[in-house]
Every structure is written in structure tokens, then in C-alpha cells.
Nanobody, 125 residues
Framework: QVQVTESGGGLVQAGGSLRLSCAAS????????MAWFRQAPGKEREFVAG????????FSADSVKDRFTISRGNAKNTVYLIMNNLQPEDTAVYYC??????????????????WGQGTQVTVSS
């Protein structure tokens, strides 16, 4: 059974920074790509950033690309999301997702088969 676990959320003032961590684990599990999505109250889940394990080229949504950075960890199936200059509109539950096949683009949520429970990020003004 594959488990995806996020950590690092919390409350921060506008302009502050947070680092989210995500680890996917399971017998013989090997991620093709991992990504971060977020969902604010009353809004649909949206893509934040993703990265393929081979090559490691990150891809971020236009709304965050100048402030957020996704990176692979040294451990297999581990990714981080470094968020700088956080703003109140970044308040959301942040979800980590993983997939084992190349089906679908990095930003396509339905292409991910494994999801974490989410971690709350709250930015106060």
C-alpha cells in the first residue's frame, strides 16, 4: 500500500516563507512524477508545481512561479515546496500527489493515483 505524507504547513504572516515536505512510500514504489496542488475554501483544486523524477526539471503554475520552488529530495520519492513571499491568497490546503506512469501532464490532477491527506497553509495579512 502506498502512503503519501505531507508536513510543514502552518500559520505565517504575509511576506513570510514556509517549506512543505512530502514523502511517498510503499513496497517497490517508484514515482515517475510528484506534484503539489492546493485547494482554497470554495474553490477548485489547482496545480501549484510538479517535477518528474528523471531529469528533475520543475514546472510551476504562473501564479506562483516567481515565489514557489519545487525540488526533489535526496531520498527517493521525496519532494519539497519552498514558498516565499506568501500572500493571503495562498491560504489553502496543500496536497502532495504522486504517479508512477507518464500518462497525462504534470498539472493534470486526474493523472495522479496517489494523494496525501493535505496540510493547511494559512497566511495572515
Amino acid at each position: 500500500q502506498v502512503q503519501v505524507t505531507e508536513s510543514g504547513g502552518g500559520l505565517v504572516q504575509a511576506g513570510g516563507s514556509l517549506r512543505l515536505s512530502c514523502a511517498a512510500s510503499g513496497y517497490a514504489f517508484s514515482a515517475y512524477a510528484m506534484a503539489w496542488f492546493r485547494q482554497a475554501p470554495g474553490k477548485e483544486r489547482e496545480f501549484v508545481a510538479g517535477i518528474r523524477w528523471i531529469g528533475g526539471i520543475p514546472f510551476s503554475a504562473d501564479s506562483v512561479k516567481d515565489r514557489f520552488t519545487i525540488s526533489r529530495g535526496n531520498a527517493k520519492n521525496t519532494v519539497y515546496l519552498i514558498m516565499n513571499n506568501l500572500q493571503p491568497e495562498d491560504t489553502a490546503v496543500y496536497y502532495c500527489a504522486a504517479k508512477t506512469q507518464s500518462f497525462g501532464g504534470l498539472s493534470e490532477a486526474p493523472s495522479y493515483g496517489y494523494w496525501g491527506q493535505g496540510t493547511q497553509v494559512t497566511v495572515s495579512s
